[in-house]
């Protein structure tokens, strides 16, 4: 199994501050649809296929691979994909919430096996080390932070 798991501070100094509304609105635009916050041509298609009060179900192109996801929301506070169909199975979560000093943060973690393959194998730790490094998902969070700041500027947010 792959745990996996960065924080990131929403306000780093020097940069335009979100506030928690702000942050909140650019998780529900990414669950939404991941092609305004991948690189180009990373996400090929995204599609909310279901919706109800309390989850969506989107399918989507990434990475050249079909998946299904039941994403869920805990307003301003958490967003889980479970992981229906595609590569992966199990639970990606990214949560907002405030540190010690009452700084804004936003943490992914994740408990993931890849779909027929050996647990903890060549291909979960090739996965695991991915996830842990300098283009896993801390970078994939500094991104979305980014692009909520860039559609906010634009008045698209």
């Not at 989507?60 to 998946?67: S, Y």
């Not at 590569?87 to 700084?103: C, K, M, S, T, W």
């Not at 996965?127 to 980014?146: F, H, I, P, V």
Request: aromatic share 8%; with cysteine.
């Amino acid at each position: 199994m792959i745990y996996s798991t960065a924080t990131v501070p929403v306000n780093p100094e020097g940069e335009i501050p979100l506030t928690r509304a702000e942050a909140w609105q650019g998780l529900v635009l990414k669950a939404r649809d991941a092609r305004l916050f991948l690189p180009p041509n990373l996400c090929t298609a995204c599609d909310v296929v279901e919706e109800s009060a309390t989850h969506i179900v989107r399918e989507a192109t990434i990475a050249g691979q079909d998946l299904r996801e039941i994403i869920t929301f805990d307003p301003e506070s958490k967003v889980t994909f479970f992981q229906a169909t595609g590569p992966r199975e199990g639970a990606i979560v990214n949560e907002l919430f405030e540190d010690e000093q009452g700084a804004l943060q936003l943490r992914f973690y994740c408990y993931l096996g890849l779909r027929g393959r050996e647990p903890n194998g060549p291909e979960e730790q090739a996965e695991q080390a991915w996830m842990d490094g300098e283009k896993g998902y801390r970078s994939a969070l500094l991104s979305t932070l980014k692009r909520t700041r860039e559609l906010l500027a634009a008045g698209n947010l």
